[in-house]
């Protein structure tokens, strides 16, 4: 699997993602960086075939409305501390990567991992 991680997300979420064997490049990897649109992070997902990583909405509202990104794992755990999210994250890496295999949007908050409907 490969990911592309968004702006809000910290950047050690990449070297710890490449620790366990994946594929991974953060937005500030990019030529602009976090200012880089959504259409781009978009593009680079699509021709990259890279997992959308992001907290942000205005993806969640892309994949509705136009199946963009193909893949979308969001993290809806509101205002959480970098420490605690990559917890959250080691502790249902296996349920994560097995919903990503079956599904395309994917979304873990501080209580659920919920595959949503295509």
């Known amino acids: 699997?490969?990911?592309?991680?968004?702006?809000?997300?910290?950047r050690r979420l990449?070297?710890?993602?490449?620790e366990v064997g994946y594929d991974v490049k953060h937005t500030l990897d990019l030529p602009l960086?976090?200012?880089?649109?959504?259409?781009?992070i978009l593009d680079i997902a699509a021709r990259e075939n890279r997992i959308v990583v992001t907290k942000d909405d205005d993806f969640v509202q892309s994949y509705l409305v136009h199946a963009r990104p193909d893949k979308l794992l969001l993290i809806s755990t509101g205002n959480i501390g970098n420490a605690e999210?990559?917890?959250l994250l080691?502790?249902?890496r296996i349920a994560i990567l097995d919903a990503l295999e079956n599904g395309k949007f994917v979304e873990i908050s501080r209580d659920a991992l919920t595959v949503h409907a295509e």
Request: net charge positive; hydrophobic share 40%.
């Open 14 to 18: 990449c070297a710890w993602l490449r």
């Open 90 to 92: 080691r502790t249902h």
């Open 85 to 87: 999210l990559e917890n």
């Open 33 to 40: 960086g976090n200012r880089t649109p959504d259409s781009v």
């Open 1 to 10: 699997m490969k990911f592309l991680v968004d702006a809000q997300l910290p």
